[in-house]
């Protein structure tokens, strides 16, 4: 007992008589008021103690050897499937010329409605049986070596096409060729020269600096150039321009937190050889979440460059397949950030932090309250007061 009164003296918090207790209105109102204020504070430092930030940190990226996917989506409105090509090649020495693997090409019409997704098929299954007879050796019409003359057929057209490819001459749309005629190549060329081209897809490259474009015509590396058969595209009746409208392209997974700058970017031009480039930086991304897993991939900026080819064709040369001053087509250029940029995801508060807010909250509106009541009370009182005079 003595005890308990001990502990009596070191009481802070001393309590008032039940019956000398006055309850008002205006007591009341602040009360209910002072809580709402409570509740509303609390629930916003749980909002903060809950909310989530990227801290960014930038590293020497020491990666080596990695493969790197870029995803495209892009619109051609006035070049065919047929006469598009799509080639990728980096400084590793690594050409990919035509690129079919991972990528849809579908045909579009003038008004940019989809046709199909399927290709000329040249040298189809049925293309094959049609020959003269089982000992037939089609002419390659002068593309092959001397030394080969005679011994070498070409039976399809596109063996005719991969000949001329070879000694590095234009093809051209086959008319003239029996192989091409027998397949109606050309008719069926002239069928879809006003259409335009959508492709999509993902190609898969080494991560060095390397560019991949889109360009008229078969293409042909040489150990000193990389050349395309622009033939058909230049003698076109309809007039192809490498207007396009670029959907999407991205490098690596998406994430909410990245914007691709080249998204739903459209360019348009009235002339045939004109030629876009885009000088891209890809830098090396990784995002840490809270739950331990994590995201590697990249994030980009670009500059633009876009100019008319002079002089177009070669003139003194109409059978090669390169063009004079340049080629026209869209080229993405890209190149490797040194560094990486490592997300980590953090919260604003720990949940000490988040419970010393609500604390201090609580405290601090409560103090408030029994200030402002206190002044009411004492203002009512002087009133009456006054009022009894």
Partial sequence: MASRRRLTTFDAFTKTVEDARVRTTSGGIVTIVSTIVIILLIISEWIDYRRVVNRPELIVDKTRGERMVINLNITFPTVPCEILTLDVMDVSGEHQSDVVHGIVETRLSPDGAMISTDSLMLNSATDKLIHVDKDYCGPCYGAIPKEQEGTKCCNTCEQVREAYQAVGWAFGDGHGMEQCERENYPQRLKEVENEGCNVAGSLSVNKVVGNFHFAPGKSHTTPSMHVHDLNVYET??????????????????????????????????????????????????????????????????????????????????????????????????????????????????????????????????????????????????????????
């Fill in 236 to 389: 076109a009746d309809v007039v192809h321009t490498f207007s396009h409208r670029i959907h999407h392209l991205s490098f690596g997974q998406p994430h909410p937190s990245i914007k691709n700058p080249l998204d739903d970017v459209f360019r348009t031009t009235t002339e045939r050889n004109f030629n876009y480039m885009y000088f891209i930086k890809v830098v090396s991304t990784r995002f840490e979440k809270l739950s331990g897993s994590s995201l590697d991939t990249n994030q980009y900026s670009v500059t633009t460059h876009e100019r008319a080819i002079i002089g177009g064709r070669d003139e003194d040369h109409p059978n090669t397949m390169h063009a004079r001053g340049g080629i026209p087509g869209v080229f993405f250029s890209y190149d490797i950030s040194p560094m990486k940029v490592i997300n980590h995801e953090e919260r604003l508060k720990t949940f000490a932090s988040f419970l010393i807010g609500a604390c201090a909250v609580v405290g601090g509106v409560l103090a408030v309250a029994a200030a402002i009541d206190r002044g009411v009370w004492e203002a009512d009182k002087a009133l009456g007061r006054k009022k009894d005079l």
